[in-house]
């Protein structure tokens, strides 16, 4: 079975992390968050992948080429103008032949049993199987409605929770049937919430929703993409391990040391060439980028600092976000 991995989007609810690098490109445990998917998509076997680039190409195609170093055979699909989140699938549908196909966002946190998503569609006639999680607050994600047997029935988007029909979070990860093109509008864009979805619903074709209880985090936000990498480093979400030497649950990446006079309180993840002052506290989990630079007398909690950071000496970053100004993050950014 084939895979999509859609990869052209703006991320703007990131900036400014995005102003300068692709939201595929963001580090989760200092490794791009494509990294992660697609090793995801790999690992249950949807080794033939399609992306799709519009914002800063240039490095996300740079950063994969053929996709061999993970375990795929990676093409790819450029959109001069975006397309959406079904546009983009539509352009390269010959790429899927007449087989079912996998689709999924390249900026997904998550460790989702694909195989039995696969399982699951094949097991109905459906046309789509939507993957969907529950969750606890509906104004922040669009909901499917289902019925007992899976069939979908409607969606709200962002419902308040006293009135929402449902708790389950429209995860952006389907199993779709080639027939599902012929609901497609005549335009280029187009959109699978918006556009296809309800084609299908309006035409009573069966589609279904496959309940997942792995991690799932879409790192829509500041908050989220915070929540995700210490998510990450505690464990929550499997993911490849971090690279480094790791003791007592601190991972030091090549070129960086410790000094003795430090408080550390794992879990901690340390890059490459990173410079850690005197007088130090590190209350984790915490993520630190490679060469980034923590000034003496410095007390950190909870945070994700990215490549090349510095943090000035007696300086204090608690539950937040921070990166260098003018480097691949555009500018500072803290919570």
């Known amino acids: 079975m084939r895979a999509m991995v859609l990869a052209a989007g703006l991320g703007t609810r990131l900036r400014p992390l995005t102003y300068e690098i692709p939201k595929p490109l963001i580090p989760v445990i200092n490794r791009p968050i494509m990294d992660h998917i697609l090793e995801l998509v790999a690992r249950h076997g949807f080794t033939d992948v399609v992306a799709?680039?519009?914002?800063?190409?240039?490095?996300?195609?740079?950063?994969?080429?053929?996709?061999?170093?993970?375990?795929?055979?990676?093409?790819?699909?450029?959109?001069?103008?975006?397309l959406g989140t079904a546009g983009g699938v539509r352009k390269v549908r010959d790429f899927f032949g007449d087989e079912p196909f996998l689709v999924m966002a390249a900026d997904a946190l998550t460790d989702v049993d694909l195989t039995a998503l696969r399982d699951a569609h094949d097991r109905h006639d459906g046309i789509a199987t939507l993957a969907v999680k529950r969750i606890p607050d509906t104004r922040e994600y669009g909901v499917v409605i289902a019925g007992s047997e899976g069939r979908v029935q409607g969606f709200q988007e962002k419902p308040d929770p006293a009135e929402a029909l449902s708790d389950l979070a429209n995860?952006?990860?389907?199993?779709?049937?080639?027939?599902?093109?012929?609901?497609?509008?005549?335009?280029?864009?187009?959109?699978?919430?918006?556009d296809v979805f309800p084609a299908?619903?309006?035409?009573?074709?069966?589609?279904?929703?496959?309940e997942v209880d792995s991690y799932w985090n879409d790192v829509g936000s500041l908050d989220e993409y915070l929540q995700g990498n210490l998510d990450a480093l505690s464990g929550a979400v499997t993911l490849s391990p971090p690279r480094g030497?790791?003791?007592?649950?601190?991972?030091?990446?090549?070129?960086?040391?410790?000094?003795?006079?430090?408080?550390?309180?794992?879990?901690?993840?340390?890059?490459?060439?990173?410079?850690?002052?005197?007088?130090?506290?590190?209350?984790?989990?915490?993520?630190?980028?490679?060469?980034?630079r923590i000034g003496s007398g410095s007390r950190l909690k909870h945070a994700v600092l990215l490549a090349g950071t510095e943090i000035p000496d007696s300086s204090v970053l608690a539950f937040g976000i921070a990166a260098r100004h003018g480097g691949p993050a555009g500018r500072a950014a803290a919570g």
């Open 245 to 292: 030497e790791s003791r007592d649950g601190v991972t030091v990446g090549e070129g960086t040391s410790l000094p003795e006079d430090g408080e550390l309180w794992p879990p901690i993840l340390l890059g490459k060439g990173c410079e850690i002052g005197a007088d130090v506290r590190l209350d984790g989990p915490i993520v630190i980028g490679d060469r980034c």
């Open 52 to 82: 799709n680039l519009s914002y800063l190409p240039e490095q996300v195609r740079d950063r994969y080429g053929d996709g061999s170093e993970y375990g795929t055979t990676l093409e790819w699909s450029f959109e001069e103008e975006l």
């Open 171 to 194: 995860c952006m990860i389907y199993i779709l049937r080639p027939e599902i093109f012929d609901y497609f509008p005549d335009r280029p864009f187009v959109d699978f919430a918006l």
């Open 200 to 210: 299908l619903l309006e035409s009573d074709v069966p589609f279904h929703v496959h």
